[in-house]
């Protein structure tokens, strides 16, 4: 479940970037790429992938147990996570190196160049919003480092997730990584 829901998060974030033409690509290798990201999330999310009538039907005992089930893989300090992806010199011209674009989100570019980017998001799906920023430093073609800020809010939740990432140039040859 953690997983899950950092991982939507992460895309969310990511996809800011995609926003509009005021992007500016980024000033960094085409390659394989390594990101490791600190994270560091307190409250608890939404639950919009339970039914209501579900919940209902819990007894106290059981939604007590399943959200401090929820809140220890949720929260609990920082968590540190190391991921590969590939940068193609397509992904770059597209604007899509950092995900693809997403209707339920509107961004706002707040600067763009080749070596820093800001963007404001706001997503809106079924119960659950979600708003934040994202920012992104190329420090030079092979580094990079960011921050995602962001609060979900829905049935009556309310989660806020730091995500500060830092990714490095490992070579050209992405091999499998996409």
């Given at each position: 479940m953690r997983t899950r829901i950092l991982l939507m998060l992460i895309i969310l974030c990511s996809f800011a970037l995609r926003a509009a033409d005021k992007i500016v690509p980024p000033n960094i290798k085409i390659g394989l790429w390594e990101m490791t990201e600190t994270h560091n999330m307190s409250g608890m999310p939404p639950m919009p992938t339970i039914p209501p009538e579900a919940l209902a039907k819990m007894t106290p005992e059981q939604r007590a147990q399943m959200e401090a089930s929820m809140k220890n893989s949720l929260g609990g300090g920082?968590?540190?996570?190391?991921?590969?992806?590939?940068?193609?010199?397509?992904?770059?011209?597209?604007?899509?190196?950092?995900?693809?674009?997403?209707?339920?989100?509107?961004?706002?570019?707040?600067?763009?160049?080749?070596?820093?980017?800001?963007?404001?998001?706001?997503?809106?799906?079924?119960?659950?919003?979600?708003?934040?920023?994202?920012?992104?430093q190329a420090l030079s073609p092979e580094s990079v480092k960011g921050t995602v800020r962001m609060t979900m809010t829905g049935s009556g939740r309310t989660m806020h997730m730091d995500i500060d990432f830092v990714s490095k140039y490992l070579g050209a040859a992405c091999g499998d990584v996409k």
């Open positions: 920082q968590k540190t996570t190391t991921r590969k992806y590939c940068v193609t010199k397509e992904k770059l011209e597209k604007d899509t190196v950092f995900g693809e674009n997403r209707n339920e989100c509107t961004r706002t570019v707040l600067s763009s160049s080749s070596t820093a980017t800001e963007v404001k998001i706001h997503c809106q799906e079924k119960e659950m919003t979600s708003d934040g920023t994202f920012k992104f």
